[in-house]
């Protein structure tokens, strides 16, 4: 088998500051995570920025550059740079840091879905900032927006543009189509690093069958074209990359994707999360990817070809 790949989301724009106080916000604590998430084991880096003043979302690529050139000195690890953004940001604001920082990898959401995640604003008892609160409960009114024109034109931009390559995310099996049909008319390239997602509202549920079916499904459509991940939301996270592993998958941990690291127990770092899936797929005999070998596996362009 394969040696795993471990991702780790470290902020993203999903979860607000009032739900962990061990959420990274300025970009001091974005970098002094993610190095010490690569540290733990990461080869790759999944990075959101925030305002470091009320840990909103921002797409504003000066701050990316507070932080990205401060992690690349420290650590060998793959940045992959969010062009989802956050809620309500247009294409050109989620573009705008990427097409700066040109690098090795972005994420790239394959399809347009309802994303809700006002149900965990329910569980929060006391707000830190204003924004907060509605940010998360307007989600029963949102579409993420990813069309086939959206998609294309970020292809073109960054991946023809800069050599950039994508982790292709997945929260429906329609989605695993949809990047098929890109792979047809030739507007991406395998091998194909495709991140299926479990638990997100809007998306296919958190169900062993359905990682099944998304792996039979992707198996039957890319072959060997592809590179195969899973992560999973909140309490799944865990259980699901295990199976991930076990299945010769690759895994993404991370506080963008669970705030927690057992049951009723907070996360107190992305790192925690790292050293954990680590620990369980080397007891399960697995062997955990460099960042070289990662790259060789998903054909980056290398971390001196970046611009930060």
């Known amino acids: 088998m394969a040696k795993v790949i471990i991702s780790c989301a470290v902020t993203g724009a999903i979860h607000t500051p009032s739900m962990s106080d061990h959420l990274p916000i300025t970009p001091q604590e974005i970098a ?19 305002d470091p003043n009320d840990g ?11 932080f990205l050139p401060v992690i690349k000195q420290s650590t060998d690890a ?14 050109d604001e989620r573009l705008a840091a990427p097409l700066q920082a040109s690098p090795e990898m972005c994420s790239l959401n394959m399809g347009s879905m309802n994303f809700n995640i006002a149900p965990s604003a329910a569980r929060v008892k006391k707000w830190k900032y204003e924004w907060e609160k509605p940010y998360l409960e307007n989600t029963t009114n949102y579409i993420f927006r990813n069309t086939f024109q959206d998609i294309e034109q970020v292809v073109e931009r960054l ?14 099996v329609g989605h695993l189509y949809n990047l098929a049909h890109m792979l047809d008319r030739k507007i991406v ?3 194909l690093f495709t991140q299926t997602i479990f638990g997100i509202l809007g998306g296919i549920g958190a169900e062993p069958r359905n990682l099944m ?46 705030l927690w690291i057992g049951k009723g127990q907070p996360a107190k770092s992305n790192a925690e999360q790292v050293a954990k899936i680590r620990r369980i797929l080397e007891e399960l005999s697995l062997e955990i ?14 971390g001196d070809r970046v611009k930060f």
């Open 32 to 50: 002094e995570q993610s190095i010490a998430a690569a540290e733990a084991g990461a080869a790759i880096l999944h990075l959101h920025a925030r």
């Open 56 to 66: 909103r979302p921002t797409p504003d690529p000066a701050v990316f550059m507070q």
């Open 78 to 91: 793959v940045i992959n740079i969010t062009t989802g953004g956050g809620l309500g940001m247009s294409l």
């Open 159 to 172: 991946g023809k543009g800069h050599g950039t390559r994508f982790e292709f995310e997945c929260y429906d």
């Open 189 to 191: 390239e395998p091998p």
């Open 213 to 258: 079916f998304m792996k039979e499904t992707a198996d039957r459509l890319f072959g060997k074209d592809y590179v195969w991940s899973v992560l999973a939301a909140g309490r799944n996270q865990m259980p699901f990359t295990t199976m991930a592993g076990m299945l010769g998958g690759n895994v993404r941990v991370g506080l963008e994707d669970s």
């Open 289 to 302: 990817a460099t960042p070289a070998e990662a790259r060789e596996m998903l054909a980056l362009k290398g």
